[in-house]
């Protein structure tokens, strides 16, 4: 298993607009290709303007294979014109569990 860890630094004073729109549109758009959500967070401390989302995969291909898929469906290529301008940084990392981690059902 790996996960993926992606944040995304937004532009100041949208944090509020990319909730809204990932909750309506995104999500419904992003669950059922991309599979297991460990989580989707807003960062309250730190840097702020930070959306963080946590996927876990099967394996590099297994996420290789459901980004493709993602990146090839038309509705998540029309959802992501409209947040891609809210963005101004994103950074991804892939981090692999050690054997005691625990880690939710999904």
């Known amino acids: 298993m790996i996960i ?11 944090l509020g607009e990319y909730i809204e729109l990932i909750q309506n549109e995104g999500i419904a758009i992003q669950r059922p290709i991309l599979g297991r959500l460990i ?9 702020l303007n930070q959306i963080v989302h946590i996927w876990a995969y099967e394996s590099y291909a297994d996420r290789a ?3 493709a898929r993602l990146a090839a469906d038309p509705a998540w290529m029309e959802y992501s014109k409209k ?4 963005s101004i940084r994103q950074r ?5 569990p050690m054997s005691f981690s625990p880690l939710p059902d999904a």
């Open 92 to 96: 991804n990392r892939i981090l692999l």
């Open 39 to 47: 989580g989707y967070f807003h960062t309250d401390l730190g840097p």
């Open 83 to 86: 947040v891609r301008v809210l």
């Open 4 to 14: 993926e860890e992606r944040t995304y630094d937004l532009q100041s004073g949208r």
């Open 65 to 67: 294979a459901r980004r």
